[in-house]
Every structure is written in structure tokens, then in C-alpha cells.
């Protein structure tokens, strides 16, 4: 017995649980960023926080990416913007909740910081870890030096983000570790320069419990990383125009526009089952999983209707 069913995609998160998710991941980064890097020594040792902030991020994608995509940097949010991958209404969402995060994030280790007898001024600890140019960069490099590495290490993870997470062969379980690891090498880097975030939030909720240095020199680690997100997302639209299949396609996601690259339920699928066509529905006994639906062959064809005893007779 057969009869026509609509395959319809899995339903996805509102755009609530994305937002809190965007938020919550922001949070979770922000906290072991400024965490290990007020109670370590990122000047003279770079590599704990590095490491230590790339596995978050990777804890962050894997835990929340799902519900989200696994952005929680505003310049992953603005590449994604640009290579048409997310809609303005839904980036400017994700902007606040990761901005609101970080901010949380922050303000949490600012009140273990007030507690540990040893740290006498907070905000004087969280100027350690907050970034800088000049002389509050801890080599004391100059703004066109800070500038240029903002840029190439923004521009270089989004190109990873959008690399890992586009088109049909990819595999959206490896993004993860391919944008957490790549984190992890830049900020190698931005440590020894100046405390270089390649994050726009990340680098407002550190600044806001600094002294005033920081919030005055905000600006740079905003236009910066964003030029680099605004690069990398032009290019990969431009390579996506390119390509033979469209990539834009595979990555639609729901009525917000917001894409879920890491939701295994979002998957590409055949034509067939996303618009809907009618599919056998396939008879099974009491107690044994029903089989995945598969579409219906067409009226017309010979050989079904042989098997199914309509020919011959």
C-alpha cells in the first residue's frame, strides 16, 4: 500500500534559542580568555592563553553551533553577512547577543578578580589582557602594525569559517577544530603584539573594565577585523560565483535567514525530498524501524510497473 507524504526539512531553532546561544558561547570564550589571561603571564608566555582560547572556541562551535551556527565573533557574523549566507535583521541579533556576552563574560571575572587579595585594582589586571597599540601594546607596536594583523587575522578566520562550513563535501563536524585551531596560531601572534583579540566583542568587554587607554583605543579593534570579515566574505562570494553548483544554496537556512552549519539535519539533500514530491511510504512489521522514505519512481516507468505485477497481465 502506498500513499504520498511531504518530506518537509526538520524544523529549526527560533530565533530566540540562537540568539541565547550566540550569547551564551560569547560568554563561555570570553570568560576563559580573560580568565587565563590575567591569572598567566601572556606577555612572556603567550601559548596558554592562545591554546586555552582556541579549545574554547572549539567547546563553544561543537556545544552550541548547532542551535546557532557557532559564530560568536562579530566578524564570523559580518563574513557570513557579506557571502549571503545570513540576512541583516538576523546579524544585527547576533551582533547584540554576542556583544552582551562577552560583556557578562567580562564583568564575571572582573568580580573573581576583586576577590583574589593579591590583585588590588581590578581594572589595573584587566589592563594585562586588554588590547592595545603604542605604548600599551606590550611591544610596543604602532597602530599601522596592530591594523595590518587585525586585518590579515580576521580575514584568515573567516575564510577558514566559511571554507570549513560551504558546499557539499564539507564536513561541518571539522569546522570546529579548524577555526579553533586557527585561533589558537593568530593569537600566538596578537598576544606578543598587543593582546590582538581578532574579536570585536571580545575586545569591548575587556576595554569596559579597563582604564580609560583601552576604551579610547576601541576604535582600531572594530574597523580592523571588520575590514578583514568585509575581505574574506567578498571573496568567498566571489569564488562561490565562480564555482559550477551554486553554493548558496546549500546553506538557506530557515525563515530568519540565519544558516545552521554545524545541524546535521540541515545537510543538503536531494531536490526531490526538499521541494516536497511524493514519496512510498514502505510497510513494516509491528516493532522494526521504519526505513527512510525514498521517493516514488514515476508513473510512467516500465519496470516498476512489471515488479509491482501491472505488466503482463
Known amino acids: 500500500m502506498t500513499s504520498s507524504v511531504q518530506a518537509t526539512p526538520d524544523p529549526q531553532p527560533g530565533l530566540v534559542a540562537r540568539l541565547s546561544a550566540e550569547a551564551l558561547g560569547s560568554m563561555f570564550v570570553v570568560v576563559v580568555a580573560v580568565g587565563v589571561g590575567i591569572f598567566s603571564n601572556p606577555g612572556a608566555a603567550p601559548l596558554p592563553l592562545a591554546l586555552a582560547t582556541g579549545l574554547a572556541v572549539t567547546a ?11 559564530h560568536f565573533n562579530p566578524v564570523i557574523t559580518l563574513g557570513n553577512l557579506i557571502a549571503g549566507r545570513i540576512r541583516a535583521v538576523a546579524a544585527l541579533g547576533y551582533l547584540a547577543a554576542q556583544i552582551i556576552g562577552s560583556v557578562i ?10 576577590t583574589v587579595p ?5 581594572r589595573a589586571a584587566f589592563d594585562v589582557v586588554a588590547p592595545g597599540f603604542g605604548e600599551h601594546a606590550a611591544a610596543q607596536t604602532q597602530l599601522a602594525g596592530v591594523l595590518l594583523v587585525e586585518v590579515l587575522g580576521a580575514a584568515l578566520i573567516v575564510a577558514v569559517f566559511l571554507g570549513a562550513t560551504a558546499g557539499r563535501r564539507a564536513v561541518p563536524a571539522m569546522a570546529p577544530f579548524a577555526v579553533g585551531l586557527s585561533m589558537a596560531v593568530l593569537l600566538q601572534l596578537g598576544q606578543v603584539l598587543g593582546n590582538l583579540p581578532f574579536n570585536p566583542a571580545r575586545a569591548t568587554a575587556q576595554a569596559f573594565f579597563s ?10 579593534f572594530w574597523v580592523a577585523p571588520l575590514m578583514g570579515a568585509a575581505l574574506a566574505g567578498l571573496a ?18 530557515g525563515s530568519d ?3 545552521d ?43 516498476r510497473d512489471f515488479f509491482d505485477g501491472k505488466k503482463g497481465k
Open 257 to 259: 535567514g540565519i544558516n
Open 118 to 122: 593579591v590583585l588590588k585594582d581590578a
Open 60 to 70: 563553544a562551535m561543537l556545544a552550541f553551533g548547532y542551535v546557532s551556527g557557532g
Open 236 to 253: 568567498f562570494r566571489g569564488f562561490q560565483g565562480l564555482s559550477a553548483p551554486a553554493v548558496t544554496e546549500d546553506f538557506q537556512g
Open 261 to 303: 552549519s554545524f545541524d546535521a539535519n540541515d545537510e543538503p539533500v536531494e531536490d526531490a525530498e526538499v521541494r516536497g514530491t511524493e514519496v512510498k511510504e514502505t510497510a513494516v512489521k509491528p516493532g522494526i524501524a521504519s526505513p527512510r522514505a525514498v521517493p516514488a519512481a514515476p508513473v510512467n516507468d516500465d519496470a
Open 211 to 220: 582604564s580609560s587607554w583601552a576604551m579610547e583605543g576601541l576604535w582600531l
Open 105 to 114: 563574560g567580562a564583568a564575571l571575572i572582573y568580580f573573581v578578580v576583586s
